[in-house]
């Protein structure tokens, strides 16, 4: 029978040595997360209200012989507890059970403390991994997302009115929750729709220390929000945009663009950027047609599984012998 436990000092190691076995190298800067996760993991297990439970979360599993297979890390949604994100998920060549005991563990565990919402962003070629969560997990497939490379800046335009923008306030929270909702195509509302909250800047920076800077285009008229920007960055190289534009809007797009180069300039001027399609919202098709006549590169497709907790569909699957490794968006 399987033992699955909060992570510990003691299974860094062990987790080293899975990580490097299902993928690359350049998954060993997770090594850091993991260790920081140790205290926090400890910590929050004693709190049993998750609206106290802000951080990321890792569990393992081990076998019989404490032979480290899998491990899994979590979190709430920030600004609604009652959502929470699988980020990861790591498991060993054949311990298809024991991954799928690790999703159904957190499922139980924070299900019976009244979060309603489970999901998970997966690269769609992993179809092997889709399946454990849609035919042993009971999620379902709901939308599908892509990362792309802003490969080619001949969209820039030569000058821009930055008084165009204003830095987002947290009073600006209901217009944004608006905005996003009110673009969600239709039947994506119930299960993607985001509360004002989730819109508030982080009072406590997160553990992975990101760099978000929002803005917001403005109606002079009617002072409502036209466009929503966020740029995130982990290390000052590496940027990605993401922005809500309604379709009447989307003319704004190649000045949002030029925006977030200009303002990304001014920190590093050798970066590297990358930009998000949610195909969930309008004009998904709009911003995918942009972005191929801008030669820009797609980079990754991710399915978007989500898993309400009053909806239990279980479909057994003991075909499942590779070993897998993830990281997903956030949404």
């Not at 709190?47 to 899994?72: A, H, M, Q, W």
């Not at 819109?199 to 406590?204: A, G, H, M, S």
């Not at 991710?302 to 968006?329: H, M, P, Q, T, Y």
Request: include cysteine; proline fraction near 2%.
């Amino acid at each position: 029978m399987a033992k699955i436990k909060k992570i510990s000092y003691g299974d860094i190691l062990h987790i080293k040595k899975l990580i490097s076995v299902v993928c690359n190298d350049t998954v060993m800067s997770y090594r850091r997360l993991f260790f920081l996760s140790v205290p926090i993991t400890y910590i929050q297990n004693y709190i049993y209200d998750v609206r106290l439970r802000l951080f990321p979360e890792t569990y393992v599993v081990s076998d019989n012989f404490k032979n480290l297979k899998g491990l899994i890390t979590v979190k709430p949604q920030y600004g609604n507890p009652y959502k929470w994100q699988i980020k990861r998920l790591f498991f060993a060549k054949n311990a298809y059970e024991e991954g799928k005991q690790l999703i159904e563990y957190i499922i139980a565990k924070f299900g019976a403390r009244a979060v309603d919402t489970f999901y998970v962003s997966i690269d769609d070629n992993q179809s092997e991994l889709i399946d454990l969560f849609v035919k042993g997990c009971g999620f379902r497939y709901c939308s599908s997302e892509s990362l792309w490379a802003v490969s080619n800046l001949n969209f820039s335009l030569a000058d821009i009115d930055e008084s165009l923008f204003r830095p987002f306030k947290n009073s600006d929270n209901k217009q944004a929750a608006d905005l996003f909702n009110e673009n969600l195509i239709t039947h994506y509302k119930y299960s993607l729709s985001k509360d004002k909250n989730e819109f508030n800047d982080t009072i406590i920076p997160g553990i992975n220390s990101e760099l978000i800077f929002k803005y917001v285009m403005e109606d002079k008229t009617t002072n409502n929000l036209k466009a929503l920007i966020e740029i995130k960055t982990t290390d000052n190289k590496n940027y990605f945009l993401d922005s809500i534009i309604p379709t009447n809007q989307m003319e704004l797009l190649p000045l949002i663009l030029t925006f977030a180069v200009k303002k990304i300039s001014k920190r590093n001027k050798s970066f590297k950027l990358y930009i998000k399609n949610r195909k969930y919202l309008q004009g998904g098709e709009m911003l995918e047609n942009f972005f191929r006549d801008n030669r820009f590169e797609l980079l990754q497709n991710n399915a978007i599984l989500v898993r309400d907790f009053f909806k239990c569909i279980k479909e057994e699957n003991n075909s499942f012998n590779s070993a897998i490794a993830f990281s997903g968006f956030e949404i």
